[in-house]
């Protein structure tokens, strides 16, 4: 499992983070820490803000409320997915009840 991690560092907001990260999830960490800093720096030029504290607390939010949105999303379809299984299985069961 060891040989498996691996040393890189991203750059967020100017500062270095080293992190361990599988080596499989290397790309999707260093795409996730470009599309964190690209977003802070969106937000700078959008609406001045100079502190970064409040730059992370509107990405985070930003970031948060797109996966609850794609969570709630996926609740539905998982729903709708049962009821249509339901239906399908209450019509082959009556098909195979008539035989």
């Given at each position: 499992?060891?040989d498996k991690?691996?040393?890189?560092?991203?750059?967020?907001?100017?500062?270095?983070?080293?992190?361990?990260?599988?080596?499989?999830?290397?790309?999707?960490?260093r795409k996730?820490?470009?599309?964190?800093?690209?977003?802070?720096?969106?937000?700078?030029?959008?609406?001045?803000?100079?502190?970064?504290?409040?730059?992370?607390?509107?990405?985070?939010?930003?970031?948060?409320?797109?996966?609850?949105?794609?969570?709630?999303?996926?609740?539905?379809?998982?729903?709708?997915?049962?009821?249509?299984?339901?239906?399908?299985?209450?019509?082959?069961?009556?098909?195979?009840?008539?035989?």
């Open positions: 499992m060891q991690l691996l040393n890189i560092k991203v750059v967020i907001a100017g500062r270095p983070y080293k992190m361990e990260v599988q080596r499989e999830q290397e790309e999707v960490v996730a820490a470009g599309y964190v800093d690209d977003a802070l720096n969106r937000y700078a030029h959008s609406y001045e803000y100079d502190d970064q504290q409040d730059l992370l607390a509107m990405v985070a939010l930003q970031s948060t409320t797109g996966m609850m949105e794609l969570e709630r999303r996926e609740g539905y379809r998982e729903r709708e997915m049962e009821t249509k299984l339901k239906e399908i299985d209450g019509i082959l069961s009556h098909q195979l009840s008539m035989e």
